[in-house]
């Protein structure tokens, strides 16, 4: 996909590699050491726009700088391939920050699933 310097200097969208514009409640596969994992995009850095997480989560991810311009929040669909119950290290969230570098779209959510809250699409 091409983009022009001057459109990519306004435009606010974030983009799969394959092209395809990052929408929240996206359904997305996540790459980890031990597979595949399908998640729910909840929160984009570009735009800071939300759905499926509070405000005040959202907000501590932004400002925190765990989430910034280039990267989005997923929740995980099915159970966190990142849980623990070993009491020597911290609790894991059901949430993933990451950049969107092998992140795969494999179905456009609705907004039954999550919300109502407009992503700006």
């Known amino acids: 996909m091409k983009i022009r310097l001057w459109d990519a200097l306004w435009d606010t969208h974030m983009y799969y590699e394959d092209g395809q514009i990052v929408r929240l409640r996206d359904i997305i596969n996540i790459g980890l050491a031990d597979g595949v994992h399908r998640a729910r995009v909840v929160l984009l850095g570009e735009t800071g726009t939300f759905d499926g997480i509070d405000e005040r989560t ?14 989005i929040m997923a929740v995980w669909i099915d159970e966190n391939p990142l849980a623990h119950s070993d009491p020597r290290y911290a609790p894991v969230a059901n949430t993933i920050s990451t950049d969107l570098c092998g992140i795969v779209l494999i179905a456009r959510g609705t907004a039954s699933q999550q919300g109502n809250q407009d992503d700006g699409e």
């Open 58 to 71: 959202a907000k501590w991810a932004i400002e925190k700088k765990h989430v910034d311009k280039n990267s």
